[in-house]
């Protein structure tokens, strides 16, 4: 897949503490330290350094400052989408800018390290209190920039090429990860554990989802595989193309998705197309105000001869199916279990 | 309200407008969706050395924004005066001559064509804009000068035409590309880099300055070609003139932020309430109001609903529309 902003070369901004001007910060501050803490009178724990040592310090720092290769504390890496970003070693201050990547910064145990996220990131529950920066698509850069953030973390799929070069122009590096598979989910959630220091914790996640990713692969084995319609939107009917992670689930939950033969990420497809394929099974998004019920589906013309739609097999399924993150999984045992109705595969292992 | 256009007056009306620019530009300066006192915006305006927040976004996020809609607006204003002069119409605005879409049609094809070069999109723009002005001049002339109502349906044609281009592309791009692509149709201020700003000021003022050399004979050329011609106007070059500089001024807008709608329509009106419709006063004026309308706008749209951010051009549009029914309602078209 194409999934990249843009493919010019990473131009370092100048806002980028490098550890030269980190160390001549510090040794600034001690200087002027000691000048204030001169004038004033003695701290009550005696804070004060005698001059000796501080002169020592300053040139113990100032040492320390040349010795240091700049790139100790930051490494340039090509991220998910080919770009090259300045990633610092130890990032501690993330702004994420998609509602899959929030979630993941969470599952790591990196919760506190989040300095802000999008309206749209509401799981876990504490990322909606949280300082936000606007939408996905639209994001506030002084917002951004106002947080101090040394990693913004982003995807293409949620985010905007323009997002993506003006932060590197203001100096903040935006580390995007891809994911239009369940296993590029998964990888995706490796490759940030890697970026964040937490390569560890990911690896676990990992293992879990996949185990819960083989059990349910195991459980649906030489069961038959029903024909099932995503639908995106109704009217005109959109559906998801095979390249879609949405269509990735419905295969590993045991499906054959309706599009397989169509062309893009959003085909639209014809009565007439859809007719002949008769799907046994319909999807339909959890959001209100855009498709008629159950009920309704039954008295439209055309509708009202598919199987699914004969058999009352049309389900909302929950959001989180479309979202790339440590819930697909449950998205994926929910389907599961839509799907094999006889298997019951939605009880186990939910966390 | 009407001044006598007499060089005192240009500069006494053109030098309260600046000031009540400068004054916008400190306002929007101070407000956003991060909150800064008045003195740090001082400081950050005052000491470019300084890496603070404050000093990022004052300097690198508001400020080159607000400059470009200066520039965007001042473009779009003079060159809706100087077309609604043209071609004799109070409903003329820079994109009734097609040159948007055409603008447009380019930024896309350079999507399309898969340049992912961040730069290829306005100078695509700009050659789309350009191919866009010859045509519809071709097509616009009759008995060798240009005709106003050949030019209008020419122009109006090329657009619409084009606009069908732009749906049937929009159709073979991905979801990201239309999702980019739909911003900037909407107008968008909020891309274009400090470097681009170098080279749109001087070509925009050089525009509006030739413009301005014009503006005696736009008078003139108002009373009908005819007339202007008897009167010793060569109206062959006014016309070629203020059609290639307002059809450059609107390419370039339109390639640094997308098609802001309503402005180029609406300032016109606004300046000959105010000041009359002698170009030589109106044409500073429109553009001085142009730009301090467009920093208002793009400031609610930074502001209105913050963090998240409007389109400018969906600001525009909408408060714009209103406006221009009020204006039609009280003065009686």
New interface residues.
């Given amino acids: 897949m194409g999934a990249?902003y843009?493919?010019?070369g990473t131009v370092f901004g100048?806002?980028q503490p490098r550890p030269r001007q980190v160390c001549a910060g510090l040794v600034f501050f001690m200087v002027t330290y000691e000048t204030h803490s001169a004038q004033a009178p003695s701290p009550p724990f005696g804070v004060n350094f005698p001059s000796g040592a501080t002169v020592l310090l300053c040139v113990l720092a100032a040492t320390l400052s040349i010795l240091m290769p700049p790139a100790a504390a930051a490494r340039t890496v090509k991220d998910q989408t080919g770009r090259s970003v300045n990633v610092p070693d130890n990032p501690h201050r993330l702004v994420s800018l998609a509602p899959n990547i929030t979630e993941i910064v969470y599952a790591l145990g990196l919760g506190d390290e989040l300095v802000g996220d999008t309206?749209y990131c509401d799981f876990p529950p504490q990322a909606k209190s949280k300082p936000?920066?606007?939408?996905m698509?639209?994001?506030?850069?002084?917002?951004i920039?106002?947080l101090?953030p040394d990693l913004a973390l982003g995807t293409?799929?949620a985010n905007?090429?323009?997002t993506a070069?003006?932060l590197e122009?203001?100096?903040i590096p935006l580390y995007g990860v891809t994911a239009n598979t369940l296993a590029g989910t998964l990888a995706s959630i490796e490759d940030l554990g890697k970026i964040l220091g937490r390569a560890a914790e990911a690896s676990s996640l990992v293992a879990q989802m996949q185990a819960r990713i083989d059990r349910v692969e195991n459980r649906i084995e030489g069961q038959p595989k029903p024909r099932v319609l995503f639908v995106v939107w109704y009217r005109p009917l959109i559906t998801v193309g095979p390249s879609t992670f949405i269509a990735d689930v419905i295969r590993a939950a045991g499906g054959i998705p309706i599009g397989e033969n169509l062309k893009?990420?959003?085909p639209r497809l014809t009565l007439e197309e859809l007719l002949p394929q008769n799907p046994d099974v319909i999807l339909l998004p959890k959001t209100e105000s855009f498709s008629p019920s159950t009920e309704e589906f039954q008295t439209l013309p055309g509708w009202k001869d598919l199987r699914a739609v004969k058999e009352r097999r049309m389900f909302f399924v929950s959001e989180t199916i479309e979202r790339p993150g440590p819930r697909l999984v449950d998205a994926l045992e929910e389907l599961a279990g839509v799907l094999h109705p006889t298997l019951a595969l939605k009880t186990g292992e939910r966390q | 309200m009407t001044f006598r256009a007499t060089p005192r007056n240009v500069i006494v009306v053109a030098g309260v407008m600046s000031l009540l620019l400068a004054l916008t530009v400190l306002v929007s300066l101070t407000l956003g969706a991060v909150h800064l006192p008045l003195s740090q915006v001082w400081a950050a305006l005052a000491s470019p050395g300084t890496n603070s927040e404050a000093t990022v976004i004052v300097r690198e996020i508001r400020l080159p924004r607000i400059l470009l809609a200066i520039l965007v607006g001042a473009a779009l204003s003079v060159a809706g005066t100087g077309l609604q002069a043209l071609l004799r119409n109070p409903l003329a605005d820079p994109y009734v001559l097609g040159i948007s879409s055409g603008a447009a049609v380019g930024a896309i094809f350079a999507f399309w064509i898969g340049g992912r070069i961040a730069a290829a999109s306005p100078l695509a723009a700009f050659i789309g804009a350009m191919i866009t002005m010859v045509w519809v001049y071709l097509l616009g002339r009759h008995g060798g000068r240009l005709a106003s109502y050949t030019l209008i349906l020419a122009g109006v044609i090329t657009a619409s035409f084009l606009s069908a281009v732009i749906l049937f592309m929009l159709t073979l791009l991905s979801t990201r590309d239309v999702r980019g692509i739909a911003f900037w149709l909407m107008g968008d201020l909020s891309v274009t880099p400090v470097a681009e700003l170098r080279i749109l000021a001087p070509a925009i003022i050089l525009a509006i300055a030739g413009l301005y050399v014009f503006a005696k004979d736009l008078n003139v050329l108002l009373l009908g070609a005819e007339e202007a011609a008897h009167l010793g106007v060569n109206v062959v070059r006014v016309e070629l003139g203020v059609y290639i500089l307002a059809s450059l001024l609107t390419g370039i807008a339109v390639s640094a932020s997308g098609a802001i709608g309503y402005l180029g329509l609406l300032v016109p009106h606004l300046g000959r309430m105010l000041v009359g419709n002698d170009h030589r006063m109106l044409l500073p004026t429109a553009a001085l109001g142009g730009a301090i309308l467009l920093v208002l706008s793009d400031t609610l749209a930074r502001t209105a609903v913050a963090p998240a951010e409007l389109q400018v051009g969906a600001v525009t549009a909408v408060a714009g529309a209103p406006v221009f029914i009020y204006l039609l309602r009280k003065t009686g078209g």
């Fill in positions: 990249r843009h493919e010019r100048r806002h309206d936000h920066v606007g939408t698509v639209n994001p506030s850069l002084e917002r920039v106002a101090k293409p799929e905007r090429r323009e070069d003006l122009r203001l100096g893009g990420e959003w």
